[in-house]
Protein backbone atom coordinates (compact mmCIF):
# COMPACT_ATOMS: atom_id res chain seq x y z
CA UNK A 1 0.00 0.00 0.00
CA UNK A 2 1.19 3.42 -1.18
CA UNK A 3 0.87 6.47 1.38
CA UNK A 4 -1.32 7.94 -1.08
CA UNK A 5 -3.51 4.93 -0.56
CA UNK A 6 -4.00 5.19 3.29
CA UNK A 7 -5.08 8.89 3.41
CA UNK A 8 -7.70 7.62 0.45
CA UNK A 9 -8.41 5.79 3.60
CA UNK A 10 -9.40 8.98 5.37
CA UNK A 11 -11.45 10.50 2.68
CA UNK A 12 -13.65 7.59 2.95
CA UNK A 13 -16.21 9.48 5.40
CA UNK A 14 -19.81 10.08 4.59
CA UNK A 15 -20.84 11.26 8.36
CA UNK A 16 -17.91 13.08 10.20
CA UNK A 17 -16.43 15.86 7.63
CA UNK A 18 -12.84 14.92 6.43
CA UNK A 19 -11.63 18.18 8.06
CA UNK A 20 -13.08 17.76 11.15
CA UNK A 21 -10.52 17.97 14.23
CA UNK A 22 -11.67 17.05 17.77
CA UNK A 23 -10.98 20.00 19.96
CA UNK A 24 -13.82 20.51 22.53
CA UNK A 25 -17.36 19.21 23.48
CA UNK A 26 -19.22 21.58 21.56
CA UNK A 27 -17.56 21.55 18.28
CA UNK A 28 -18.25 17.45 18.94
CA UNK A 29 -21.43 16.92 20.76
CA UNK A 30 -23.49 17.53 17.51
CA UNK A 31 -22.37 14.46 15.57
CA UNK A 32 -23.68 12.61 19.15
CA UNK A 33 -26.84 14.34 19.27
CA UNK A 34 -27.38 13.62 15.50
CA UNK A 35 -27.04 10.02 15.83
CA UNK A 36 -29.36 9.79 19.26
CA UNK A 37 -32.24 11.73 17.76
CA UNK A 38 -32.10 10.00 13.95
CA UNK A 39 -35.12 7.73 13.56
CA UNK A 40 -34.31 4.45 12.44
CA UNK A 41 -37.44 3.24 10.37
CA UNK A 42 -35.94 0.22 8.60
CA UNK A 43 -32.98 -2.24 7.95
CA UNK A 44 -30.92 -0.22 5.96
CA UNK A 45 -30.93 2.97 7.78
CA UNK A 46 -30.11 0.83 10.63
CA UNK A 47 -26.88 -0.31 9.06
CA UNK A 48 -26.12 2.95 8.21
CA UNK A 49 -26.68 4.37 11.68
CA UNK A 50 -24.05 1.72 12.81
CA UNK A 51 -21.27 3.02 9.91
CA UNK A 52 -21.64 6.52 11.28
CA UNK A 53 -21.10 5.46 14.64
CA UNK A 54 -18.48 3.31 13.88
CA UNK A 55 -16.81 6.40 11.81
CA UNK A 56 -17.59 8.83 14.65
CA UNK A 57 -15.73 6.41 17.02
CA UNK A 58 -12.81 5.81 14.55
CA UNK A 59 -12.76 9.94 14.68
CA UNK A 60 -12.44 10.16 18.13
CA UNK A 61 -10.22 7.17 18.77
CA UNK A 62 -7.74 8.32 16.27
CA UNK A 63 -7.79 12.12 18.15
CA UNK A 64 -7.28 10.48 21.59
CA UNK A 65 -4.60 8.23 20.48
CA UNK A 66 -2.67 10.84 19.39
CA UNK A 67 -3.19 12.54 22.41
CA UNK A 68 -1.40 9.59 24.31
CA UNK A 69 1.39 9.26 21.87
CA UNK A 70 2.02 12.59 22.71
CA UNK A 71 2.39 12.65 26.51
CA UNK A 72 4.32 9.10 26.33
CA UNK A 73 6.96 10.61 23.78
CA UNK A 74 7.85 13.42 26.16
CA UNK A 75 6.61 13.46 29.95
CA UNK A 76 7.05 16.81 30.08
CA UNK A 77 5.39 18.29 27.59
CA UNK A 78 2.73 20.47 29.00
CA UNK A 79 0.88 21.35 26.11
CA UNK A 80 0.52 17.42 25.29
CA UNK A 81 -0.30 16.71 28.88
CA UNK A 82 -3.25 19.69 28.94
CA UNK A 83 -4.35 18.27 26.17
CA UNK A 84 -4.65 15.09 27.32
CA UNK A 85 -6.41 15.80 30.63
CA UNK A 86 -8.67 17.63 28.75
CA UNK A 87 -9.72 15.18 26.55
CA UNK A 88 -9.98 12.51 29.26
CA UNK A 89 -11.68 14.76 32.28
CA UNK A 90 -14.26 17.05 29.86
CA UNK A 91 -14.67 14.49 26.96
CA UNK A 92 -14.48 11.11 28.10
CA UNK A 93 -17.04 11.46 30.46
CA UNK A 94 -19.54 12.96 28.46
CA UNK A 95 -18.82 10.32 25.46
CA UNK A 96 -19.35 7.91 27.67
CA UNK A 97 -22.60 9.18 28.85
CA UNK A 98 -24.02 9.50 25.22
CA UNK A 99 -22.39 6.37 23.98
CA UNK A 100 -24.52 4.44 27.01
CA UNK A 101 -27.84 6.30 25.22
CA UNK A 102 -26.23 5.39 21.76
CA UNK A 103 -25.75 1.47 23.12
CA UNK A 104 -29.75 1.16 24.55
CA UNK A 105 -30.74 2.67 20.96
CA UNK A 106 -29.39 0.07 19.30
CA UNK A 107 -30.47 -2.88 21.65
CA UNK A 108 -34.13 -1.56 21.75
CA UNK A 109 -34.07 -0.80 17.90
CA UNK A 110 -36.59 -3.35 16.85
CA UNK A 111 -34.64 -3.77 13.76
CA UNK A 112 -32.06 -4.98 15.28
CA UNK A 113 -32.62 -8.58 15.73
CA UNK A 114 -32.58 -8.87 11.69
CA UNK A 115 -29.05 -8.23 11.30
CA UNK A 116 -26.93 -10.98 10.22
CA UNK A 117 -25.20 -12.82 12.88
CA UNK A 118 -22.39 -13.77 10.93
CA UNK A 119 -21.17 -9.86 10.76
CA UNK A 120 -22.72 -8.63 13.95
CA UNK A 121 -22.68 -11.00 16.47
CA UNK A 122 -19.85 -10.08 17.77
CA UNK A 123 -20.65 -6.32 17.51
CA UNK A 124 -23.91 -6.86 19.04
CA UNK A 125 -22.64 -8.95 22.03
CA UNK A 126 -20.26 -6.27 22.87
CA UNK A 127 -22.68 -3.77 23.09
CA UNK A 128 -25.24 -5.68 25.19
CA UNK A 129 -22.06 -6.12 27.56
CA UNK A 130 -21.42 -2.56 27.62
CA UNK A 131 -25.06 -1.75 28.36
CA UNK A 132 -25.53 -3.97 31.05
CA UNK A 133 -21.89 -2.62 33.02
CA UNK A 134 -23.03 0.63 32.97
CA UNK A 135 -23.39 3.06 35.78
CA UNK A 136 -23.60 6.89 35.54
CA UNK A 137 -21.61 6.58 39.37
CA UNK A 138 -18.49 5.16 37.77
CA UNK A 139 -18.27 7.99 34.87
CA UNK A 140 -16.34 10.25 37.40
CA UNK A 141 -14.41 7.39 39.21
CA UNK A 142 -12.92 6.00 35.48
CA UNK A 143 -11.80 9.75 34.93
CA UNK A 144 -10.13 9.69 38.21
CA UNK A 145 -8.79 6.00 37.73
CA UNK A 146 -7.11 7.20 34.20
CA UNK A 147 -5.25 10.08 35.56
CA UNK A 148 -4.34 8.82 38.71
CA UNK A 149 -3.06 5.51 37.05
CA UNK A 150 -0.64 7.96 34.78
CA UNK A 151 1.48 9.03 37.85
CA UNK A 152 2.44 5.10 37.63
CA UNK A 153 3.94 6.25 34.35
CA UNK A 154 5.56 9.68 35.03
CA UNK A 155 7.27 7.89 38.28
CA UNK A 156 9.16 5.28 36.27
CA UNK A 157 9.46 7.83 33.41
CA UNK A 158 11.98 10.39 35.48
CA UNK A 159 13.91 7.06 37.27
CA UNK A 160 17.20 6.93 36.35
CA UNK A 161 20.61 5.44 38.11
CA UNK A 162 24.41 6.23 37.44
CA UNK A 163 26.35 3.90 35.49
CA UNK A 164 30.11 4.33 34.33
CA UNK A 165 29.97 8.13 35.35
CA UNK A 166 26.37 8.56 33.25
CA UNK A 167 22.63 8.60 33.88
CA UNK A 168 20.27 6.11 32.34
CA UNK A 169 17.01 5.13 31.93
CA UNK A 170 15.85 1.96 34.26
CA UNK A 171 15.14 0.00 31.09
CA UNK A 172 18.92 1.19 29.39
CA UNK A 173 20.29 0.26 32.72
CA UNK A 174 18.69 -3.17 32.77
CA UNK A 175 20.47 -4.17 29.27
CA UNK A 176 23.74 -3.96 31.06
CA UNK A 177 22.75 -7.27 32.84
CA UNK A 178 23.39 -9.01 29.52
CA UNK A 179 27.51 -7.54 29.81
CA UNK A 180 29.87 -10.69 30.72
CA UNK A 181 31.61 -9.38 33.87
CA UNK A 182 29.35 -10.59 36.92
CA UNK A 183 30.80 -8.40 39.68
CA UNK A 184 29.63 -5.25 37.14
CA UNK A 185 26.07 -6.87 35.95
CA UNK A 186 25.70 -7.60 40.10
CA UNK A 187 26.34 -3.72 40.84
CA UNK A 188 23.70 -3.03 38.09
CA UNK A 189 21.12 -4.99 39.48
CA UNK A 190 21.56 -3.53 42.84
CA UNK A 191 21.54 0.02 41.58
CA UNK A 192 18.30 -0.66 39.18
CA UNK A 193 16.24 -2.06 42.81
CA UNK A 194 17.79 0.01 45.23
CA UNK A 195 16.15 3.17 42.92
CA UNK A 196 13.13 0.81 42.67
CA UNK A 197 12.44 0.70 46.55
CA UNK A 198 12.94 4.75 46.70
CA UNK A 199 9.48 4.78 45.25
CA UNK A 200 8.05 1.95 47.24
CA UNK A 201 5.78 4.60 49.40
CA UNK A 202 4.63 6.39 46.77
CA UNK A 203 3.57 3.41 44.48
CA UNK A 204 2.33 1.91 47.63
CA UNK A 205 -0.25 4.91 47.87
CA UNK A 206 -0.69 5.14 44.43
CA UNK A 207 -1.92 1.33 43.99
CA UNK A 208 -4.34 1.85 47.35
CA UNK A 209 -5.84 4.32 45.94
CA UNK A 210 -6.86 2.54 42.60
CA UNK A 211 -7.55 -0.61 44.49
CA UNK A 212 -10.33 1.88 46.28
CA UNK A 213 -12.01 2.94 43.29
CA UNK A 214 -12.12 -0.14 41.03
CA UNK A 215 -13.38 -1.59 43.92
CA UNK A 216 -16.52 0.70 43.92
CA UNK A 217 -16.59 0.91 40.09
CA UNK A 218 -17.15 -2.97 40.52
CA UNK A 219 -19.65 -2.26 43.22
CA UNK A 220 -21.39 -0.03 41.28
CA UNK A 221 -22.04 -2.32 38.60
CA UNK A 222 -23.35 -4.96 40.98
CA UNK A 223 -20.54 -7.16 41.40
CA UNK A 224 -18.76 -8.54 45.01
CA UNK A 225 -15.15 -7.84 43.28
CA UNK A 226 -12.94 -6.15 40.59
CA UNK A 227 -12.07 -9.33 39.50
CA UNK A 228 -15.49 -10.14 38.43
CA UNK A 229 -16.17 -6.40 37.13
CA UNK A 230 -13.17 -6.64 35.29
CA UNK A 231 -13.99 -10.21 33.29
CA UNK A 232 -17.11 -8.96 32.45
CA UNK A 233 -15.76 -5.62 31.25
CA UNK A 234 -12.76 -7.34 29.23
CA UNK A 235 -15.35 -9.23 27.15
CA UNK A 236 -14.07 -12.78 28.49
CA UNK A 237 -17.16 -14.53 27.09
CA UNK A 238 -15.14 -17.22 25.38
CA UNK A 239 -13.58 -18.60 28.47
CA UNK A 240 -13.77 -18.38 32.46
CA UNK A 241 -11.74 -17.89 35.54
CA UNK A 242 -11.10 -21.68 35.21
CA UNK A 243 -9.36 -21.33 32.40
CA UNK A 244 -6.78 -19.29 34.25
CA UNK A 245 -6.43 -21.27 36.80
CA UNK A 246 -5.69 -24.47 34.55
CA UNK A 247 -3.09 -21.60 33.16
CA UNK A 248 -1.49 -20.85 36.12
CA UNK A 249 -1.55 -24.70 37.14
CA UNK A 250 0.06 -26.28 33.72
CA UNK A 251 2.74 -23.50 33.99
CA UNK A 252 3.62 -24.30 37.26
CA UNK A 253 3.35 -28.05 36.71
CA UNK A 254 4.80 -28.51 32.71
CA UNK A 255 7.18 -25.46 32.36
CA UNK A 256 8.93 -24.46 34.99
CA UNK A 257 10.30 -28.47 35.39
CA UNK A 258 11.87 -26.87 31.79
CA UNK A 259 13.07 -23.78 32.99
CA UNK A 260 14.51 -25.73 36.07
CA UNK A 261 16.27 -27.98 33.69
CA UNK A 262 17.83 -24.13 31.43
CA UNK A 263 18.91 -22.78 34.50
CA UNK A 264 21.05 -25.78 35.81
CA UNK A 265 22.73 -25.90 32.12
CA UNK A 266 23.14 -22.21 32.70
CA UNK A 267 24.32 -22.47 36.15
CA UNK A 268 27.11 -25.38 34.92
CA UNK A 269 27.68 -23.48 31.79
CA UNK A 270 28.83 -20.32 34.28
CA UNK A 271 30.48 -22.54 36.56
CA UNK A 272 28.54 -21.09 39.11
CA UNK A 273 28.19 -22.66 42.66
CA UNK A 274 24.63 -19.96 42.78
CA UNK A 275 22.76 -18.60 39.80
CA UNK A 276 21.74 -15.30 41.03
CA UNK A 277 19.00 -12.85 39.24
CA UNK A 278 21.97 -10.89 37.78
CA UNK A 279 23.05 -14.17 36.05
CA UNK A 280 20.02 -14.54 34.44
CA UNK A 281 20.25 -12.55 31.08
CA UNK A 282 24.28 -12.89 30.54
CA UNK A 283 24.90 -15.54 27.42
CA UNK A 284 25.99 -18.30 29.24
CA UNK A 285 28.19 -19.15 26.53
CA UNK A 286 29.59 -16.59 25.24
CA UNK A 287 31.70 -13.20 26.82
CA UNK A 288 30.00 -11.13 24.52
CA UNK A 289 26.80 -9.69 24.75
CA UNK A 290 24.15 -9.93 21.60
CA UNK A 291 24.45 -6.87 19.66
CA UNK A 292 22.00 -7.17 16.32
CA UNK A 293 21.93 -3.53 15.50
CA UNK A 294 23.70 0.24 16.46
CA UNK A 295 20.88 2.28 15.62
CA UNK A 296 17.46 2.63 15.47
CA UNK A 297 17.48 3.14 11.69
CA UNK A 298 19.43 -0.05 11.16
CA UNK A 299 17.16 -1.96 13.11
CA UNK A 300 14.19 -0.84 11.53
CA UNK A 301 15.86 -1.95 7.96
CA UNK A 302 16.64 -5.14 9.05
CA UNK A 303 13.62 -5.65 10.41
CA UNK A 304 11.78 -4.98 7.51
CA UNK A 305 13.65 -6.97 5.41
CA UNK A 306 13.20 -10.15 7.74
CA UNK A 307 9.46 -8.91 7.61
CA UNK A 308 9.59 -9.22 3.97
CA UNK A 309 11.24 -12.77 4.14
CA UNK A 310 8.64 -14.16 5.73
CA UNK A 311 5.46 -12.05 3.56
CA UNK A 312 5.64 -9.17 1.58
CA UNK A 313 2.60 -8.01 3.06
CA UNK A 314 4.33 -8.10 6.63
CA UNK A 315 7.30 -6.19 5.71
CA UNK A 316 4.85 -3.59 3.13
CA UNK A 317 3.96 -2.54 6.72
CA UNK A 318 6.42 -1.59 8.28
CA UNK A 319 8.06 0.52 5.82
CA UNK A 320 4.47 2.57 5.27
CA UNK A 321 5.27 3.49 8.91
CA UNK A 322 8.19 4.83 8.70
CA UNK A 323 7.77 6.61 5.53
CA UNK A 324 4.65 8.03 7.57
CA UNK A 325 6.87 8.82 10.50
CA UNK A 326 4.72 6.36 12.82
CA UNK A 327 7.65 5.00 14.50
CA UNK A 328 9.23 6.60 17.62
CA UNK A 329 11.81 3.98 18.78
CA UNK A 330 15.16 5.16 20.94
CA UNK A 331 15.37 5.49 24.83
CA UNK A 332 15.69 8.97 26.23
CA UNK A 333 15.01 10.47 29.52
CA UNK A 334 11.60 12.16 30.00
CA UNK A 335 9.90 9.25 28.04
CA UNK A 336 7.47 6.75 29.00
CA UNK A 337 9.33 3.78 29.93
CA UNK A 338 7.79 0.03 27.49
CA UNK A 339 6.78 -0.52 24.60
CA UNK A 340 3.61 -0.20 22.84
CA UNK A 341 1.08 -0.50 19.64
CA UNK A 342 -1.44 2.00 18.93
CA UNK A 343 -3.84 1.45 16.22
CA UNK A 344 -5.25 4.21 14.38
CA UNK A 345 -8.37 3.23 13.22
CA UNK A 346 -9.00 6.29 11.04
CA UNK A 347 -5.82 6.53 8.78
CA UNK A 348 -5.84 2.41 9.59
CA UNK A 349 -1.80 3.08 9.81
CA UNK A 350 -0.62 2.31 13.26
CA UNK A 351 2.04 3.87 15.97
CA UNK A 352 5.10 2.39 17.19
CA UNK A 353 6.55 3.65 20.64
CA UNK A 354 9.41 2.05 22.06
CA UNK A 355 12.75 2.48 23.80
CA UNK A 356 15.19 0.73 21.80
CA UNK A 357 19.47 0.44 23.47
CA UNK A 358 21.29 -2.20 20.74
CA UNK A 359 20.05 -5.66 22.70
CA UNK A 360 17.80 -8.62 21.85
CA UNK A 361 15.37 -7.98 23.69
CA UNK A 362 15.27 -4.75 21.60
CA UNK A 363 14.97 -6.44 18.22
CA UNK A 364 12.44 -8.99 19.85
CA UNK A 365 10.68 -5.54 21.02
CA UNK A 366 10.04 -4.70 17.30
CA UNK A 367 9.01 -7.95 16.22
CA UNK A 368 6.47 -8.12 18.80
CA UNK A 369 5.32 -4.33 17.81
CA UNK A 370 5.16 -4.92 14.33
CA UNK A 371 3.12 -8.09 14.69
CA UNK A 372 0.62 -5.89 16.57
CA UNK A 373 0.79 -3.37 13.48
CA UNK A 374 0.44 -5.76 10.85
CA UNK A 375 -2.56 -7.09 12.75
CA UNK A 376 -4.00 -3.75 12.66
CA UNK A 377 -3.07 -2.81 9.41
CA UNK A 378 -4.70 -5.97 8.16
CA UNK A 379 -8.10 -5.18 9.80
CA UNK A 380 -8.62 -1.77 8.90
CA UNK A 381 -10.62 -1.91 6.16
CA UNK A 382 -13.44 -2.77 8.37
CA UNK A 383 -16.29 -0.78 8.94
CA UNK A 384 -17.52 -1.85 12.36
CA UNK A 385 -15.02 -0.93 15.53
CA UNK A 386 -15.39 -4.27 17.33
CA UNK A 387 -14.31 -6.06 14.45
CA UNK A 388 -10.61 -4.41 14.37
CA UNK A 389 -10.30 -3.86 18.41
CA UNK A 390 -9.19 -7.48 18.50
CA UNK A 391 -9.63 -9.04 22.10
CA UNK A 392 -6.26 -8.79 23.63
CA UNK A 393 -5.91 -13.05 23.64
CA UNK A 394 -5.58 -12.76 20.02
CA UNK A 395 -3.78 -9.30 19.82
CA UNK A 396 -0.88 -10.96 21.71
CA UNK A 397 -1.40 -13.79 19.29
CA UNK A 398 -0.38 -11.71 16.48
CA UNK A 399 2.75 -10.35 18.13
CA UNK A 400 4.40 -13.32 19.76
CA UNK A 401 3.84 -15.56 16.81
CA UNK A 402 5.78 -12.66 14.69
CA UNK A 403 8.52 -13.48 17.32
CA UNK A 404 8.77 -16.98 16.79
CA UNK A 405 8.43 -17.13 12.94
CA UNK A 406 10.71 -14.23 11.80
CA UNK A 407 13.64 -16.55 13.93
CA UNK A 408 13.73 -18.70 10.33
CA UNK A 409 15.37 -15.02 9.06
CA UNK A 410 17.34 -13.65 12.00
CA UNK A 411 20.59 -14.50 9.90
CA UNK A 412 19.67 -10.28 8.36
CA UNK A 413 20.70 -9.41 12.03
CA UNK A 414 23.11 -12.46 13.14
CA UNK A 415 25.28 -13.28 9.79
CA UNK A 416 27.88 -15.23 12.33
CA UNK A 417 26.06 -18.65 12.68
CA UNK A 418 27.15 -19.25 16.14
CA UNK A 419 25.84 -15.94 17.21
CA UNK A 420 22.04 -16.71 15.14
CA UNK A 421 22.04 -20.18 17.23
CA UNK A 422 23.26 -17.82 20.43
CA UNK A 423 20.17 -15.58 19.62
CA UNK A 424 17.46 -18.21 18.72
CA UNK A 425 18.73 -19.76 22.37
CA UNK A 426 18.16 -17.06 24.07
CA UNK A 427 14.54 -16.38 22.19
CA UNK A 428 13.38 -20.17 23.29
CA UNK A 429 14.83 -19.37 26.68
CA UNK A 430 12.68 -15.99 26.95
CA UNK A 431 9.96 -17.97 25.54
CA UNK A 432 9.58 -20.25 28.55
CA UNK A 433 10.70 -17.97 31.62
CA UNK A 434 8.13 -15.15 30.79
CA UNK A 435 5.58 -17.76 31.17
CA UNK A 436 5.50 -18.13 35.18
CA UNK A 437 5.82 -14.26 35.25
CA UNK A 438 2.70 -13.58 33.92
CA UNK A 439 1.00 -16.34 35.81
CA UNK A 440 2.33 -14.89 39.00
CA UNK A 441 1.27 -11.40 38.17
CA UNK A 442 -1.95 -12.92 37.59
CA UNK A 443 -2.46 -15.30 40.05
CA UNK A 444 -1.75 -12.06 41.98
CA UNK A 445 -4.06 -10.08 40.74
CA UNK A 446 -7.37 -12.30 41.48
CA UNK A 447 -5.98 -12.16 45.40
CA UNK A 448 -5.54 -8.56 45.28
CA UNK A 449 -9.37 -7.97 43.54
CA UNK A 450 -11.07 -10.91 45.35
CA UNK A 451 -10.01 -9.30 48.58
CA UNK A 452 -10.13 -5.31 48.15
CA UNK A 453 -9.90 -4.65 52.58
CA UNK A 454 -6.70 -6.56 52.79
CA UNK A 455 -3.47 -4.51 54.30
CA UNK A 456 -0.37 -3.57 52.61
CA UNK A 457 1.85 -6.81 54.81
CA UNK A 458 -0.67 -9.00 53.81
CA UNK A 459 -0.51 -7.92 50.46
CA UNK A 460 3.05 -8.00 50.82
CA UNK A 461 2.81 -11.77 51.87
CA UNK A 462 0.45 -12.70 48.97
CA UNK A 463 2.91 -11.50 46.69
CA UNK A 464 5.92 -13.39 47.96
CA UNK A 465 3.95 -16.71 48.72
CA UNK A 466 2.91 -16.33 44.71
CA UNK A 467 6.08 -15.25 43.31
CA UNK A 468 8.25 -18.40 45.19
CA UNK A 469 4.94 -20.81 43.69
CA UNK A 470 6.31 -20.02 40.19
CA UNK A 471 9.84 -19.48 40.92
CA UNK A 472 12.95 -21.42 39.52
CA UNK A 473 14.47 -23.61 42.38
CA UNK A 474 17.77 -23.43 40.77
CA UNK A 475 17.89 -19.56 41.37
CA UNK A 476 19.00 -18.19 44.39
CA UNK A 477 17.42 -15.05 45.74
CA UNK A 478 18.82 -15.52 49.50
CA UNK A 479 19.66 -12.05 50.77
CA UNK A 480 17.39 -10.21 48.56
CA UNK A 481 14.25 -9.97 49.94
CA UNK A 482 14.26 -6.48 50.38
CA UNK A 483 13.81 -6.42 46.69
CA UNK A 484 10.88 -8.65 46.20
CA UNK A 485 8.75 -7.96 48.35
CA UNK A 486 7.39 -5.46 45.94
CA UNK A 487 8.71 -6.23 42.82
CA UNK A 488 5.00 -6.35 41.37
CA UNK A 489 5.86 -2.73 41.36
CA UNK A 490 7.94 -2.98 38.19
CA UNK A 491 4.61 -4.13 36.20
CA UNK A 492 2.75 -1.38 34.49
CA UNK A 493 -0.17 -3.44 33.61
CA UNK A 494 -1.08 -3.64 37.14
CA UNK A 495 -1.40 -0.05 37.87
CA UNK A 496 -2.56 0.98 34.20
CA UNK A 497 -4.39 -1.92 32.73
CA UNK A 498 -5.36 -4.24 35.52
CA UNK A 499 -6.12 -8.10 34.65
CA UNK A 500 -4.50 -7.50 31.25
CA UNK A 501 -1.47 -9.51 31.19
CA UNK A 502 -2.33 -13.35 31.39
CA UNK A 503 -3.24 -13.04 27.36
CA UNK A 504 0.36 -12.74 26.87
CA UNK A 505 0.80 -16.38 28.17
CA UNK A 506 -2.35 -17.56 26.61
CA UNK A 507 -1.20 -15.90 23.09
CA UNK A 508 2.57 -17.09 23.89
CA UNK A 509 1.37 -20.33 24.25
CA UNK A 510 -0.35 -20.41 21.11
CA UNK A 511 2.45 -18.50 19.22
CA UNK A 512 4.38 -21.80 20.18
CA UNK A 513 1.63 -24.08 18.33
CA UNK A 514 1.57 -22.01 15.57
CA UNK A 515 5.78 -22.10 15.64
CA UNK A 516 5.48 -25.85 15.40
CA UNK A 517 3.01 -25.64 12.65
CA UNK A 518 5.35 -23.78 10.84
CA UNK A 519 8.49 -25.89 10.96
CA UNK A 520 6.02 -28.46 9.76
CA UNK A 521 4.62 -26.62 6.86
CA UNK A 522 6.33 -23.23 6.66
CA UNK A 523 3.26 -22.42 3.93
CA UNK A 524 0.74 -23.35 5.73
CA UNK A 525 1.31 -21.98 8.87
CA UNK A 526 1.74 -18.72 6.99
CA UNK A 527 -1.35 -18.99 5.42
CA UNK A 528 -3.10 -19.81 8.46
CA UNK A 529 -1.48 -17.19 10.36
CA UNK A 530 -2.28 -14.16 8.19
CA UNK A 531 -5.95 -15.68 7.60
CA UNK A 532 -6.23 -15.64 11.18
CA UNK A 533 -5.28 -12.30 12.16
CA UNK A 534 -7.74 -10.83 8.96
CA UNK A 535 -10.56 -12.22 10.40
CA UNK A 536 -9.94 -9.12 13.27
CA UNK A 537 -13.02 -9.82 15.96
CA UNK A 538 -15.70 -10.96 13.31
CA UNK A 539 -15.44 -14.26 15.06
CA UNK A 540 -14.86 -15.47 18.56
CA UNK A 541 -11.28 -16.26 20.34
CA UNK A 542 -11.59 -19.87 20.04
CA UNK A 543 -12.40 -19.74 16.38
CA UNK A 544 -9.54 -17.23 15.42
CA UNK A 545 -7.35 -19.90 17.20
CA UNK A 546 -8.83 -22.93 15.43
CA UNK A 547 -8.61 -20.74 11.67
CA UNK A 548 -4.82 -20.13 12.61
CA UNK A 549 -4.72 -24.01 13.01
CA UNK A 550 -4.12 -23.98 16.70
CA UNK A 551 -6.22 -24.96 19.93
CA UNK A 552 -7.07 -22.17 22.96
CA UNK A 553 -6.30 -24.58 25.36
CA UNK A 554 -4.70 -24.63 28.79
CA UNK A 555 -4.74 -28.27 29.91
CA UNK A 556 -1.79 -29.74 31.83
CA UNK A 557 -1.40 -32.37 28.05
CA UNK A 558 -1.61 -29.59 25.35
CA UNK A 559 1.00 -27.25 27.69
CA UNK A 560 2.99 -30.47 28.11
CA UNK A 561 3.01 -30.73 24.27
CA UNK A 562 3.87 -27.48 23.50
CA UNK A 563 6.80 -27.44 26.56
CA UNK A 564 8.13 -30.82 25.04
CA UNK A 565 8.80 -29.15 21.34
CA UNK A 566 10.07 -25.91 23.00
CA UNK A 567 12.52 -28.22 24.96
CA UNK A 568 13.89 -30.03 21.83
CA UNK A 569 14.48 -27.36 19.89
CA UNK A 570 16.55 -25.92 22.74
CA UNK A 571 18.40 -29.06 22.91
CA UNK A 572 18.98 -29.00 19.16
CA UNK A 573 20.55 -25.76 19.08
CA UNK A 574 22.21 -26.26 21.95
CA UNK A 575 24.00 -29.68 20.55
CA UNK A 576 24.47 -28.12 17.39
CA UNK A 577 26.64 -25.34 19.27
CA UNK A 578 28.86 -28.52 20.32
CA UNK A 579 29.81 -29.28 17.00
Request: proline share 4%; hydrophobic share 35%.
Amino acid sequence: MTKTATVLQEHDRAFVPKEFKVTTWARLKPYYNELLQRPIESLTELKQWIKDKSELDAVVSEAFSWRYIKITIDSADEKAEALYQYAVQQLAPKITSFEHKLNEKLVACPFTRELEPEHYHIHLRNVRNAVDLFSEDSIPLATDIQMKSKEYVKIFSEMTIGVNGKQMTLQKASSLLEEPSREYRETVYHKIHERLQQETDALEDLFDELLRMRHRIACNSGFDNFRDFKFQALGRFDYEVKDCEDFHQSIKTEIIPIIDEANRFRKDKLQLDQLRPWDLFVDPTSDRPLRPFETTDELVEKTIVCLDKLHPRFGETLRLMRELGHLDLESRPGKRPGGYNMPLHLTGVPFIFMNATTSLSDMRTLMHEAGHAIHSHLTSHYKLKTSKRVPSEVAELAAMTMELLTMEYWDIFFPDEEELRRARIAQLEYVLKVLPWIATIDKFQHWLYTNPEHSREARKKAWLDTMRYFNSSVVDHSELERYQEHLWHKQLHIFEVPFYYIEYGMAQLGAIAIWKQFRESPERAVSNYLGALKLGYTRNIREIYRAAGIEFNFSREYVSELGDFVRAELQRLLDEMKQ
